[in-house]
């Protein structure tokens, strides 16, 4: 009840900042979530429907997910806390977006720029399935989707899931168990080509590895921000390490608070570009 009131009224004074309708939709949207997950996960949850997969509405997007509490986390994350929000000169900007998950990421730019173009990356087969089937649903236009993982090689890879939810999962074992599935690997600089307005990197270890291919293909220069969730405990690298692999390259970094997950040790941080002309991240 407590972190309830706490991100209704971070949401509320966005909405007072912004002035925007859309942000009093989210308070009406964020409550209905939380009502639902309620009653469900209370009074409901021996009836559980067998005819598929919930779904919902979150601003005017119709959204199939897992399980309410994940749904719930990823809305606090992405649309309360406003965690991959970025500002554009262009109505149109490139978003790379790595670890795409069921698609609500790709949701949110959308709802802040309807005519970004978006290439997204999942690949857990059954996020993805969810993935396709919200960007298919809601007609979304200018989104690219693919089943791979990404590293700094092409080729297959162990994917491990958490058990204790549907979304968590790593090509690194960690702490998820012996249980895995083979994926599809390849690298990002296959597809960047052009200039990359923001680069979204939430892949669970894996993201030092993409850096560092696209640092070998003289690739990062493309990319005017990123916003990264770094995972020093399954990468073995100090943050500091990978914050001075990042600064080294032109940009300045710094990390963002994580209200959602005080006990995580990822830490989330935003990278501009110093030299860039076009997009600022605030």
Request: aromatic fraction near 12%; charge should be positive.
């Amino acid at each position: 009840m407590i972190q309830t009131l706490r991100h209704t009224a971070r949401i509320i004074g966005e909405a007072r900042r912004s002035r925007k309708p859309k942000a009093v939709q989210l308070i009406a949207d964020y409550l209905r979530l939380r009502f639902v997950s309620f009653i469900f996960y209370n009074l409901l949850r021996a009836r559980k429907s067998r005819k598929g997969l919930p779904e919902t509405t979150i601003l005017s997007f119709h959204v199939r997910f897992f399980e309410y509490s994940e749904l719930i986390n990823l809305f606090e994350e992405i649309f309360a806390c406003r965690t991959y929000t970025f500002r554009s000169r262009n109505t149109d900007p490139l978003i790379i977006d790595c670890g795409s998950n069921i698609g609500l990421s790709v949701l949110y730019f959308k709802s802040i720029y309807p005519d970004c173009r978006i290439m997204a990356f999942e690949p857990n087969p059954k996020a993805f399935a969810v993935l396709k089937f919200n960007v298919e649903q809601n007609n979304l236009k200018g989104v690219h989707i693919f089943n791979v993982g990404l590293s700094d090689y092409t080729g297959q890879a162990k994917f491990y899931q958490s058990a204790a939810n549907t979304i968590s999962a790593s090509v690194f074992q960690g702490n998820y168990g012996s249980g895995h599935e083979l994926v599809e690997m390849t690298e990002l600089s296959n597809f960047t080509n052009e200039e990359v307005d923001l680069l979204k990197i939430d892949i669970e270890g894996s993201e030092i590895n993409v850096i560092n291919d696209l640092i070998k293909y003289n690739k990062l220069q493309l990319v005017r921000n990123m916003i990264i969730e770094y995972h020093p405990a399954i990468t073995a690298i100090k943050t500091q390490a990978f914050f001075a692999l990042i600064e080294s390259q032109g940009f300045r970094c710094a990390s963002i608070p994580d209200d959602i997950h005080p006990n995580s040790t990822a830490v989330i941080f935003r990278c501009t570009r110093l030299d860039q002309g076009r997009t600022t991240v605030v």
